[in-house]
């Protein structure tokens, strides 16, 4: 009896590259450029600043564009992958961060950059959308180890060209520095050229004429998009704010940096674990718990103790996010189709960073206004308590086509 074809919806467990090695190439090259247009600019920014002359309002734009795009292009997507189906899709996406990252590259002024840089995070955008359903149709049996496969190869994707932005730029110059990036994506659109969806793509993805998931009238799409946005909102205000607080308390900066590469690195940690805790779990919430105790005795710690035990305190600030890769998982754990899982990454993705957008401005303003770092993490207080609520409904055992 022939064995079943990959992109069947038996969770039959099989060898893992049995049958799709070209797909589980294609979505470890695609995780990997889902973070690259953002970590090689940002350790660049200052020097841009002096190249075309742009102060602080635009950094912080340029700072908005990723969470802006990402949110778009998540709301968006699910329509895009119905209409030319997944590989297409991520083709797409491989194919626009590739002409933002060489564009950006090739620019001679500042909306040259910022052009530039919009197209490269529409690309991903819609990749972050793509990848965890490609898992769903391609590895149903093996969802927790793809999945934490992905996750840490995107991981690593989000630190290497934030280390290599500052020594490439100074050993070859800025253009080269932000270029290089898309030879990466450029590649990754080989193994997707040549993927092409067998027999039961009508069972497994999402097809044109395939009719639209209601996403946005369950209780888990909103349980999963408020989870992930809070992670994502707390996440990107630290990664902002972190040096600024440590240096105000009496840090270095140089220690400050330090600080956000050591909460920056503990994402692969979380990366390696929780898929394959949550695929073992039947409720992930004690989990979630964890993280939430980590965050507040990590905010504590910042607020009124920031240089008594900052590896500490950064430590467990590191750890609190773990809600991110349990959110990536839940996914494709909380649908039964390719198409769920890419209705619902699409709603997640695009409801939660619109939440993350804000997270930083409003953490500064609260700092401008109040003169103090107790305002920014009360409201950060409250994020993590709306987290841990949303979670609350999204890990509960269900089903996304049980609520339609």
């Given amino acids: 009896m022939p064995s079943p074809s990959p992109l069947a919806g038996s969770t039959a467990r099989r060898p893992l590259l049995h049958g799709r090695l070209l797909a589980f190439a294609a979505i470890l090259v695609a995780a990997f450029n889902l973070r690259t247009a953002v970590t090689s600019l940002t350790p660049l920014l200052e020097q841009l600043g002096q190249v075309f002359g742009f102060g602080a309002t635009m950094t912080g734009v340029l700072g908005m564009v990723p969470t802006a795009a990402f949110a778009l292009f998540g709301v968006s997507t699910p329509a895009l992958a119905r209409r030319i189906g997944l590989e297409r899709t991520a083709l797409l996406a491989m194919a626009l961060a590739t002409a933002g990252l060489l564009a950006r590259s090739l620019a001679g002024s500042t909306g040259g950059l910022l052009v530039g840089s919009a197209i490269a995070l529409a690309g991903m955008g819609i990749g972050n959308v793509v990848v965890p359903p490609m898992v769903k149709r391609y590895f149903p049996d093996r969802v927790g180890t793809v999945s934490t496969l992905y996750i840490t190869v995107l991981q690593v994707g989000t630190m290497l060209p934030a280390l290599l932005a500052v020594p490439l730029a100074d050993a070859a110059g800025w253009r080269v520095s932000l270029g290089v990036w898309a030879l990466i994506s450029a590649f990754a659109m080989l193994p997707l050229v040549w993927l092409k969806p067998g027999a039961h793509a009508a069972q497994t993805a999402a097809t044109p004429g395939a009719p639209a998931l209601q996403v946005w009238r369950t209780p888990l799409g909103w349980g999963l998009a408020l989870m992930f946005g809070m992670t994502s909102l707390v996440s990107y205000s630290m990664f902002t704010w972190l040096p600024r607080l440590l240096v105000d308390a009496g840090a270095t900066p140089a220690f400050g940096g330090a600080m956000v590469a050591l909460f920056s690195a503990l994402g692969l940690v979380s990366a390696l ?32 103790a920031p240089l008594k035990a900052p590896l500490l305190w ?13 959110a990536l998982t839940l996914i494709n754990l909380r649908t039964r189709t390719a198409a769920g899982s890419s209705a619902l990454s699409g709603f997640m993705q695009g409801v939660g960073y619109s939440f993350s957008c804000v997270g930083p401005l409003l953490f500064g303003l609260l700092h401008a206004w109040s003169g103090t770092w107790a305002g920014p993490f009360a409201f950060l207080v409250l994020c993590s308590v709306i987290l841990l609520t949303a979670s609350w409904v999204a890990c509960k055992p269900q089903k996304l086509e049980d609520q339609q």
Wanted: aromatic share 12%.
């Fill in 314 to 326: 950064v430590a467990l600030l590191g750890l609190g996010p773990s809600t991110f890769p349990l």
């Fill in 273 to 304: 674990t929780m898929p394959a805790i949550a695929v073992r779990v039947r409720n992930p919430f004690p989990i979630v718990l964890l993280c939430f105790i980590c965050l507040m005795c990590a905010f504590a710690g910042l607020l009124w």
